[in-house]
């Protein structure tokens, strides 16, 4: 029951982001004294998510950090139904998370709601992944393919971009997680759907999981995977970074990557990366003191 009225509150969360606040209000309103009325939750609940839903009504119309967040956390919970966290070294993992605060401390939007950061997880594959919440996962592959701290930072920083660029709730704009909201709107108004709130958990669970394939397997499109790279070479030099670390990490990627998995499967190839990468690397004026890190990244790598 609980993961039911989670849904329920998850659906009013994005689907504020979709539609204008005043018609979410009124949709969420109906269903939930619909679904007291029916017994399929208790009135206290009900009357919870009615006030709720008249909260969320009167915000803002753009997704809010706190929604993001929670998106972002349901979908980094997928993620680790999948992979395993490694927790074999905490200093390395301090070590990623204190690069991350250095990249995002001298970025545009230097906080999310609950903060940037950085688990590593326990896989050979060569990848990572960001969620909206500011979750970023790195695998130990990734982190064995890198030579320096800058190649790292590339990697970070191209996470950092997704989240901020807003790559990931612009696909859940564009998903199939629009049409099952959509449904449950029309469902709470008492359209004849003839759906039940067991199908629609369904039909939620289906959604998010599609939000999960685009992360895992299909990827973001080519543009917003170039416009990523582009904005964490900017983010690099904000925090002091060569940006030129980045394309290191692509030639690397390039020579250990096996086609067909981890960052191959959901990213151009690094060859055509690095192509986009050298074009606006020429944009940023960094002096080269990647060597001063070096010795920070071999103790904390090795």
């Known amino acids: 029951m609980k993961n039911k009225v989670l849904i329920i509150l998850v659906v009013i969360a994005v689907f504020t982001g979709l539609t204008s606040c005043a018609a979410l209000a009124a949709v969420a309103d109906v269903g939930a004294q619909i679904a007291g009325a029916t017994g399929v939750i208790d009135q206290n609940t009900a009357s919870a998510i009615s006030q709720s839903a008249r909260a969320i009504g009167s915000a803002a119309e753009e997704i809010t950090p706190e929604q993001e967040y929670y998106i972002g956390r349901a979908v980094a919970a997928n993620i680790l139904g999948t992979y395993r966290l490694w927790n074999g070294n905490a200093a390395l993992t301090a070590y990623l998370n204190n690069i991350c605060a250095a990249i995002t401390i001298n970025s545009p939007r230097p906080d999310v709601f ?132 980045l394309v290191e990490m692509l030639r690397a990627l390039s020579s250990a990557q096996t086609a067909g998995t981890g960052f191959g499967k959901t990213h151009p190839t690094p060859a055509q990366r690095i192509t986009n990468a050298e074009r606006t690397v020429r944009n940023h004026t960094v002096a080269n003191n990647t060597a001063v890190r070096q010795a920070r990244f071999t103790a904390a790598t090795r």
């Open 114 to 245: 609950n903060g940037y950061r950085v688990a590593i997880l326990d896989s050979n594959e060569i990848n990572a992944f960001a969620t909206s919440g500011g979750h970023i996962f790195i695998t130990r592959g990734l982190i064995n393919a890198a030579r320096s701290e800058d190649a790292l930072a590339g990697v970070i920083a191209h996470e950092v971009a997704h989240i901020q660029l807003q790559h990931s709730i612009k696909a859940i704009k564009s998903s199939r997680i629009t049409q099952a909201i959509l449904i449950t709107g029309t469902s709470a108004a008492g359209a004849a759907t003839g759906m039940n709130v067991n199908q629609l958990t369904e039909v939620l669970n289906e959604s998010v999981g599609e939000i999960v394939q685009t992360l895992v397997n299909s990827g973001y499109s080519q543009a917003q995977e170039f416009e990523a790279d582009n904005t964490a070479m900017a983010l690099m030099a904000a925090a002091g970074y060569n940006p030129t670390g």
